[in-house]
């Protein structure tokens, strides 16, 4: 019987991390507000696009500073740190439903808009390779960020 061999990984290069600066120039490039806090949801709590579309007002707990982010087979609690609690709890403000609402303050936003946002904030920032920063990039910064 012959086996196919499997491919070596072809992405041998090293993932390019955000530093703390490009992160905050992505942050401050934006003129709206919910750009911002999405942008920030993202880095400081590790959030993927997908955990972005489905995140609720009602999976933040003050109190405790952790997000709670649920799919289909389990749920996870994540920090969320000291400062960008109380900006998060000025944001919601009395809300319900999704902490990013999609188009009209209807429903979840959608994955594609997530990486638009991600995209022409990094384009704005400046930053050099921006083309290269996907929405994944923020999580990844976070991991990095964290575990120094």
């Known amino acids: ?16 991390i955000l530093n703390s600066v490009e992160i905050a120039q992505m942050i401050n490039s934006s003129f709206k507000n919910r750009d911002q806090m999405l ?5 400081f709590i590790g959030l993927t696009s997908g955990d972005i579309q489905k995140i609720t ?26 400062g ?5 709890k000025e ?13 009209n303050q209807k429903g979840f936003i959608s994955d594609r ?8 904030c990094a384009q704005l920032s400046g930053i050099e390779d921006w083309s290269e920063i996907k929405a994944h990039s923020l999580k990844h910064a976070h991991r990095k960020h964290i575990s120094k």
């Open 1 to 16: 019987m012959n086996f196919l061999e499997c491919p070596k990984d072809i992405d041998t290069e090293e993932k390019r």
């Open 91 to 103: 944001w919601v403000s009395n809300r319900t439903g999704p902490l990013f609402p999609g188009r």
């Open 113 to 120: 808009h997530v990486r638009r946002i991600v995209k022409k």
């Open 84 to 88: 960008f609690i109380e900006e998060l």
């Open 57 to 82: 007002v009602e999976d933040i707990d003050f109190h405790n500073k952790t997000a709670r982010i649920s799919n289909e087979y389990k749920h996870e609690y994540k920090t969320i740190p000291e």
């Open 39 to 43: 942008l920030k949801a993202m880095y």
